[in-house]
């Protein structure tokens, strides 16, 4: 069973200090400045100190490598153990080496005043000096997955000590493909440990990993901030699927000034648009999970200089992605989890800018539409008079919206859902540094 934490604004904000950590993990905290637990880390560190697991819903930037690091490290820390050969008390899967080094610093910026040892081990370098230091014994193993595996199966890594499993970033170890791995790593861990998995969205493939690796987990979701929101102005087009192609066009055509990112579902479309748009005379780049880390920053390098005005990406591969100067956010198809659309929409108006969202939605996608109305729960307003836009009566879309019906509110897998532009974000922490999460600072 998945337990909701109640988020409602507490009566005081929480301090670091409130919380229930040593105190050498509180000076290295006072060291870095860090005074009010951001939203992720008040409503996760008292629950994972008393053992809890957990489904942390929320992107890199929100603070989540603190929320799972600083209780590991206390609970280590409260329970020496001495260090065995090859054997992890607490392993943390990370999808990227880029992640898994920054979650490494973490480790070392909040540890720096115990005795715990960390070892980021990834592929792509040489694997021996990681065998040897393995072999040497460290308390917290930070991995991605395919290096892992090589360890495991030299026999170079044992999981059989493993108090604290972490999977962290789950929906994008599955569009990189790791999926198969990771639940081979999980399937190998011993059945007495704490799980916490973090993950973005919650496609099936995850929701099923979820449930096969925590018990009785608590569940957080941090969702962008509502003022971003609310400084963006949404519109939807109703557009025939053979006509999306003339309403991209149009639409960068009409926006000269910014940079224009283009949301898609499938891999196979962004590389598809990025040829059409060539062929329209609008030098577009395309990033998702099959291209290459290499190709993928030289895109991303292409659009933050702005010799490429246009990205093409999908969800997964745009995460991370914090470009100043996005003005024109354009959603190509709409995505199938409804939350997707306020982390889309959100990469715009950023730093206060204003920004413009405007999304496709096609005759087979009102449900989508639908969907993602009730998790933000407004109306996003219709875009008539253009050639390629299609007048939808109102009984159409709700004729074509119905055979999904069911998911009042609180989105498709029981998220919460997005706040009124309105209402007061979570803690009350408008203009903290972390806002209600979601948005990335890589
Ligand atoms: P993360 O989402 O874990 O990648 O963290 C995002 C950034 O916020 C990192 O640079 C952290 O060092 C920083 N950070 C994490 N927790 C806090 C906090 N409570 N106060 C200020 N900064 C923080």
Redesign the pocket.
């Known amino acids: 069973m998945i337990t909701v934490t109640d988020d409602t604004t507490p009566a005081t904000t929480p301090r ?1 200090s409130d919380l229930a950590l040593g105190e050498p993990l509180q000076r290295a ?1 006072q060291e ?7 939203p ?2 008040a409503q996760t560190i008292p629950h994972l100190l008393e053992g809890r697991d957990l489904i942390g819903i ?10 799972f690091a600083l209780p590991i490290l206390h609970r280590f820390a409260a329970h020496p153990r001495r260090l065995s050969p090859k054997r992890p008390r607490a392993l943390i899967l990370a999808p990227t080496r880029e992640l898994a080094i ?2 490494g610093q ?1 480790f070392a ?1 909040y540890g720096k005043h115990l005795k715990l040892s960390h070892l980021t081990v990834f592929g792509g370098v040489n694997i021996n000096p990681q065998i040897h230091a393995l072999q040497r014994g460290i308390d917290i193993l930070i991995a991605t997955p395919g290096r892992l595996m090589d360890l495991a199966s030299q026999r170079c890594v044992s999981f059989e000590d493993v108090e604290v499993f972490v999977l962290d970033e789950a929906d994008r170890m599955l569009d990189m493909g790791f999926i198969n791995d990771v639940r081979k790593i999980v399937s190998r861990l011993p059945s007495q440990r704490q799980s916490l998995l973090f993950s973005a969205t919650m496609p099936p493939a995850i929701q099923e990993l979820a449930a096969s690796m925590v018990r009785n987990p608590q569940r957080v979701e941090v969702t962008p901030a509502a003022t971003t929101v609310e400084r963006i102005e949404q519109q939807v087009c109703h557009v025939e699927h053979g006509q999306k192609r003339a309403a991209l066009a149009h639409f960068i055509h009409a926006h000269p000034e910014g940079l224009v990112l283009v949301f898609v579902r499938m891999k196979h479309m962004a590389n598809k648009l990025v040829e059409q748009l060539g062929k329209d005379g609008i030098r577009a780049e395309a990033i998702h999970g099959n291209k290459s880390q290499a190709a993928r920053q030289r895109a991303l390098e292409n659009f933050r200089t702005g010799r490429s005005r246009v990205l093409v990406a999908t969800d997964i591969a745009a995460r991370g992605i914090d470009v100043k100067g996005i003005s024109l956010v354009l959603q190509h198809d709409l995505p199938e989890e409804p939350e997707s659309y306020v982390h889309r929409i959100g990469r715009t108006a950023r730093a206060g800018k204003e920004g413009k969202a405007i999304a496709f939605c096609g005759p087979d996608e009102r449900h989508l539409l639908r969907d993602v109305q009730r998790t933000i729960r407004q109306t996003v307003p219709v875009l008539e008079g253009l050639p390629f836009c299609s007048v939808v009566s109102a009984e159409t879309l709700e004729r074509d919206s119905s055979p999904r019906s069911g998911s009042q509110g609180g989105g498709r897998f029981g998220f919460r859902p997005a706040r009124r532009g309105n209402q007061p974000p979570a803690h009350g922490r408008s203009g903290s ?2 806002g209600r999460g979601g948005i990335d ?2």
Do not use: C, V
């Open positions: 670091f905290l870095k400045n860090y005074t009010i637990p951001s992720i880390q929320a992107q890199t930037g929100t603070g989540k490598t603190a929320a920054q979650i973490s910026a540094r972390f600072r890589r």
